[in-house]
């Protein structure tokens, strides 16, 4: 495929599709809906999750610092305003995990992957805003992760605590997850929104506390193997998890994305022999027709099917080996991942179910089943997990890519 074509497809998709979809979901009242099945039916009365509704503040915002359309930025300022007031705990700090539709508090954990996301998505904002009350948000989330959720002991952080800040016993971040001290996701995402708040306020703690994050990762995240560990005891034993592709290919090029945040070249090389085993270990995940699988279990077993975001960072992971690592196969994978996503994945109207009227079209189905060509119709198109980070910062970063 030519380069131009594929950039000029990014973008269509990102402005021609993606962002028109969630536009689609702002609620009057405040906020966007929460849930919108397989068919384009919008669940205005869903719980909205803190996750759903940072990764909209984050992708708005990003899109709006690359592009520079008002209705971007309007959007962001309109989803920000609706989690300050549902989503922050005014009392006792934090975020939680989800509000009901009517903004009311629905489950108040404080889960770490949480936090994380709402620094993300708040230094973003800061970047394309100034606006010194979204960068306080960001820092105040970043000194309650400090204070409460550190582990100075062992290392790394605490995976969640109660509302108010008290230990659980279900730790677990969602249904697929195993109830662990410490994984890998959330340190995973912290590590990413540590490094873009780091790049707007660049506080010595908080460069303290990222280059932290990037050893826990080298030394004890990454298995010897390449692939990551995704679960760990409190004192670092790992527990025994699935292989996890997309993770392996995502952290690849996060990995050297958050060490360049820190301006030190000895850390960036640092970083470098890890991402690009990280980077061989997720492609043993790819299927003939370019796509990647979910995981392999720890029995052996394997889930074939092919989930939107592990095919978004497929994109992503390869077109960083390919351009940052000298991989020259790099790009070929991203661009056959690509195709599959034109062709199994986006949801257009020729190729969607029946739907019902005023039901939305657009969007990505959540995967395929495992034949790698029927559509997972069980999942939702927005959700809580289902959300536009992914496929938005896929397209962003091939659009700076070739830029």
């Known amino acids: 495929m030519d380069i131009n074509l594929f ?12 962002l ?22 919008v669940l205005e009365e869903a719980p909205r999750g803190e996750i759903l509704n940072a990764r909209i503040i984050w992708s708005f915002a990003a ?45 108040t954990k404080k889960q770490l992957y949480s936090q994380a996301f709402a620094i993300y998505a708040f230094s973003e904002l800061f970047k394309v805003t100034s606006d010194k009350t979204d960068l306080e948000v960001a820092t105040k989330l970043f000194n309650i992760v400090e ?42 995402h912290l590590m990413e929104a540590y490094a873009n708040l780091y790049s707007v306020w660049p506080d010595p703690f908080l460069r303290e506390a990222l280059m932290d994050l990037l050893r826990l990762t080298c030394q004890k995240i990454i298995s010897p193997s390449g692939h990551l560990h995704l679960y760990f005891k409190n004192d670092w034993t790992v527990i025994p998890g699935a292989v996890s592709y997309g993770h392996d290919i995502e952290t690849s090029w996060l990995l050297l994305e958050c060490a360049e945040a820190l301006g030190n070249p000895q850390v960036t090389e640092y970083v470098k022999p890890y991402c690009v085993a990280l980077g061989a270990a997720g492609n043993e995940g790819l299927l003939p027709d370019g796509s990647m699988m979910y995981e392999i279990h720890p029995d052996g077993s394997s889930d074939r099917s092919r989930q939107w975001w592990v095919q978004a960072e497929t994109v992503v992971g390869n077109l960083w080996l390919w351009k940052y690592h000298s991989d020259t196969e790099g790009l070929p994978r991203a661009l056959s991942c690509w ?4 062709t199994h994945l986006l949801a257009s109207t020729s190729c969607h179910p029946e739907r019902s009227e005023g039901s939305l079209s657009g969007e990505w189905y959540w995967g395929t089943q495992e034949d790698g060509v029927t559509p997972d119709l069980e999942s939702p198109k927005a959700g809580f997990w289902k959300c536009p980070y992914h496929n938005t910062r896929m397209c962003l970063e091939a659009l700076k890519i070739f830029a």
């Not at 934090?94 to 539709?101: D, E, F, M």
């Not at 509302?163 to 410490?182: C, E, G």
Request: charged share 25%; hydrophobic share 35%.
């Open 339 to 342: 195709n599959f996503i034109k």
């Open 147 to 188: 204070r409460k959720f550190r582990d100075f002991a062992n290392g790394g952080y605490t995976e969640a605590l109660s509302q108010d800040f008290s230990p659980l016993d279900d730790m677990s971040l969602s249904a697929h997850d195993i109830n662990a001290d410490k994984t890998m996701n959330s340190h995973l």
């Open 7 to 18: 950039r000029n497809e990014i973008l269509s998709e990102l402005e021609g599709d993606i």
């Open 63 to 107: 899109a709006y610092g690359s592009l520079g359309r008002k209705e971007y930025l309007d959007a962001a300022l309109h989803c920000r305003d609706w989690f300050v007031s549902h989503l922050v705990d005014q009392e006792n700090g934090g975020v939680y995990w989800s509000a009901s539709s009517d903004g009311s508090p629905l489950d």
């Open 20 to 41: 028109p979809f969630w536009l689609s979901l702002r609620d009057p009242s405040g906020g966007f809906y929460g849930e919108v099945t397989s068919n384009g039916d």
